[in-house]
């Protein structure tokens, strides 16, 4: 049986649960409280020891790390496949979701700390970050929209785990109020929400 170590709210979990959805994987969810501290739990620190979710448990595997856990799932798992079977195309979609995984997820992950994370915890906002962020979040956006272009998904007419990152953290948008200001990825990002995948991860 595969174990997910899970925080409902975490974008980088929800990569992983879209993939599960996606293999039709069955799994059992092990919630990792992380506003109590328990990835930092000698236990937890045991099965991931840079104390952060996700961590996956399969038969006696232990990965760590969303994209490399969706990679993982996508070997071991190969139907549907999640990635192109040409190289040139692998490789593109590996530099997209690297993409994805730090000037991407960097803007939005910027945006939650200072506009929930911080409010919630009783901080104060700083809005030179935020007005930085979401600066750096336009940019993305522009760039997705080159490359999207008049593709359903990134890589063209395939749903695949290039896709994955961006639909995840998106699903902040709305309580961080980030307007997509390209009718092409606005497009591209409603079109994986609605995706059975996509809804079920949550």
Not at 31 to 36: A, C, G, P, T, W
Not at 184 to 189: D, E, G, P, T, Y
Request: hydrophobic share 40%; proline share 7%; aromatic share 8%.
């Amino acid at each position: 049986m595969i174990k997910l170590y899970d925080f409902a709210l975490s974008p980088r979990v929800r990569k992983v649960r879209i993939v599960l959805a996606e293999k039709g994987l069955r799994y059992e969810k092990v919630n990792v409280d992380l506003f109590k501290g328990e990835q930092k739990k000698p236990e937890y620190l045991a099965i991931n020891p840079y104390g952060k979710v996700p961590a996956l448990q399969d038969n006696g595997t232990t990965v760590y790390e969303s994209t490399i856990i969706m990679e993982y799932l996508n070997d071991k798992y190969p139907n549907p496949p999640l990635l192109p079977t040409d190289p040139g195309q692998r490789a593109r979609a590996r530099v997209l979701m690297h993409y994805g995984d730090n000037p991407y997820e960097s803007a939005v992950s910027t945006l939650a700390g200072e506009l929930l994370i911080k409010p919630m915890q009783g901080g104060t906002t700083d809005q030179a970050v935020v007005a930085k962020a979401r600066e750096d979040l336009n940019v993305c956006f522009a760039r997705l929209e080159k490359e999207v272009g008049n593709n359903d998904y990134l890589l063209g007419s395939a749903f695949t785990l290039a896709d994955i990152p961006f639909v995840s953290w998106a699903m902040l948008f709305p309580n961080l109020k980030v307007e997509v200001p390209s009718a092409k990825v606005n497009a591209w990002l409603n079109r994986l929400k609605d995706r059975p995948s996509v809804k079920a991860a949550g």
